[in-house]
């Protein structure tokens, strides 16, 4: 696959949000500039790095590169000052600790332009797997197949970066991602999209190479943690995208609510297993009223297995299971 090198290429603007990114990004950005479509300019936004990151980027050759320097601010904030700055055709994101196949902006682009979309998706895999990209086919999806298949764990989900967005529709519906939410983010600027489009094409081509990182927002907690308060704002996310899900995608609405519920009680059980619980005690036990009083979404849901759903069901009402298989775990560990 690729373009006629007498054809006029539209640009392409990759954000790049890095923050303490000294360990990944020059690999990052080197698979960027390795890309063989040829029209792109790459943007960097350094959201406030204490390590060596900006000294890093400073040493960067590629002219095709654009670094933006801010205080601090969080991702969403970044990815803002990247889209502020875009100027292509096209946009798509990549995090700094993630690298891409040298055909991957070349896919997305083809196959949005030749199936006439608004919105390109491709597969991805994880760093570690990647091998030489398998084409699995092309599927031409509407917007509530997306919402569908951004709830689904084995889906291509709701991330931002393996995604091709036209410029046009987010600058003319003034979408951007909310500064206030370090949860789930991505998810709530995918459903604004998605309001404003009807066609997608989701090429199952594995070109984006993702790196598990314990340092990242979701992977950073885990049970036996403190609890943080920014990690309150998942829920404020979903909250967000109940409200767009039931005014613009009523048939998803089933599944987002299993969604919804499932992740409600992870919060719950973080809190409940954290060293600051008394803190958020208050919270827990709202939380569980709510979700008693939502817990057959999940029953009568598609979403999990009975396994899982049996699961649920124990955690719901017998908590502290997860407390003694937590204690057990971290007994074999020592």
Sequence with gaps: MSFRKDKIHPYVSIIVPVFNGEKYIEECITSISL?????????????????NTAEILNRVTDNRVKIFTIPNQGVSAARNKGLENATGTFITFIDADDTIAPNHIEGLVHNIVEKECDLAIS???THVFRSIPENNGIRILSSNDNVIEM???SSFQGFTWNRLFKREI?????????????????????????????KIVFVDVATYYYRPNNDSAMLARSFGNKFQKNWLTEL???????????????????IFKESYI?????????????????VYES?????????????????RGQLFSNKEKFKFFLLLYIPSVLHLKLKISNSVKL
């Design 236 to 254: 404020d996310s979903y909250k967000k995208m109940k409200q767009i899900i039931f005014t613009s995608f009523k048939e998803c609405y089933s």
């Design 170 to 198: 987010i600058e003319s519906n003034s979408l951007h991602f909310d500064r206030n939410i370090s949860m789930l983010e991505d998810m709530l600027f995918n459903l604004e999209y998605l309001m404003r489009i009807k």
């Design 283 to 299: 919270e827990y036990f709202q939380l569980t009223k709510f979700i008693k009083m939502q817990q057959h979404f999940i029953y």
């Design 35 to 51: 890309q063989r479509y040829p029209c792109i300019e790459i943007i960097i936004v350094n959201d406030g790095s204490t390590d």
């Design 262 to 278: 499932w992740e409600i009680n992870t919060v719950r059980l973080l809190i409940r297993e954290a060293p600051n619980f008394n």
């Design 151 to 153: 709830f689904k764990k």
């Design 123 to 125: 597969s991805y895999t």
